[in-house]
T-cell receptor, first 115, second 110 residues
Framework: AQSVTQLGSHVSVSEGALVLLRCNYSSSVPPYLFWYVQYPNQGLQLLLKYTTGATLVKGINGFEAEFKKSETSFHLTKPSAHMSDAAEYFC?????????????FGTGTRLKVLA | SQTIHQWPATLVQPVGSPLSLECTVEGTSNPNLYWYRQAAGRGLQLLFYSVGIGQISSEVPQNLSASRPQDRQFILSSKKLLLSDSGFYLCACDGGSTQYFGPGTRLTVL
């Protein structure tokens, strides 16, 4: 069975500092991995995804994530935080089965950016 | 690309009242559709998914139900709301091994 663990339900960084949001997964098959961002009272927006190929994935808004199979990790990073990055971030893994796809989501990390 | 509409955006209902939330999808045909709930301070909980008209799979036993009367329409219902049904309800659809989400409905049960 697939599972996702996001370490740290709340992360605070200063504006301009590195953003690192951690995600570890468990999967019995090669995973598809995703990061989503959610702003207050809005739906989830896809930041980036890994399916196959290059393990370093670049997404929108300057974010990137690296798939590390040996560490079963897919951490999200951004070199320099902006105030507009304050939001909740969800990591997800795709679990295939029953002719449809069931996405397993982490519990989320709320990012606070300090001026 | 697909666009997902949800309404209403916000809803306040008394305990014991019925519920109907609607989700419609544009820009794709025969999508897999999903209903999720976010309770305050918690992650996403998958409630239902559907692979076609009239085909509903329930993930969590509860007093909610779902229906898919048309290819791109997904409805979440309840006959009698509970306080614990409060939350943020998200509709999603599949596209190219990726889920796309609607804007959500904020439900408050008083």
């Amino acid at each position: 069975a697939q599972s996702v663990t996001q370490l740290g339900s709340h992360v605070s960084v200063s504006e301009g500092a590195l953003v690192l949001l951690r995600c570890n997964y468990s999967s019995s098959v090669p995973p598809y991995l995703f990061w989503y961002v959610q702003y207050p009272n809005q739906g989830l927006q896809l930041l980036l995804k890994y399916t196959t190929g290059a393990t370093l994935v670049k997404g929108i808004n300057g974010f990137e994530a690296e798939f590390k199979k040996s560490e079963t990790s897919f951490h999200l990073t951004k070199p320099s935080a902006h105030m507009s990055d304050a939001a909740e971030y969800f990591c997800a893994v795709l679990a295939a089965g029953s002719g449809t796809y069931k996405y397993i989501f982490g519990t989320g990390t709320r990012l606070k950016v300090l001026a | 690309s697909q666009t997902i509409h949800q309404w209403p955006a916000t809803l306040v209902q008394p305990v014991g009242s019925p519920l109907s939330l609607e989700c419609t999808v544009e820009g794709t045909s025969n999508p897999n559709l999903y209903w999720y709930r976010q309770a305050a301070g918690r992650g996403l909980q998958l409630l239902f998914y559907s692979v076609g008209i009239g085909q509903i799979s329930s993930e969590v036993p509860q007093n909610l139900s779902a229906s898919r009367p048309q290819d791109r329409q997904f409805i979440l219902s309840s006959k009698k709301l509970l306080l614990s049904d409060s939350g943020f309800y998200l509709c999603a659809c599949d596209g190219g091994s990726t889920q796309y989400f609607g804007p959500g409905t904020r439900l408050t049960v008083l």
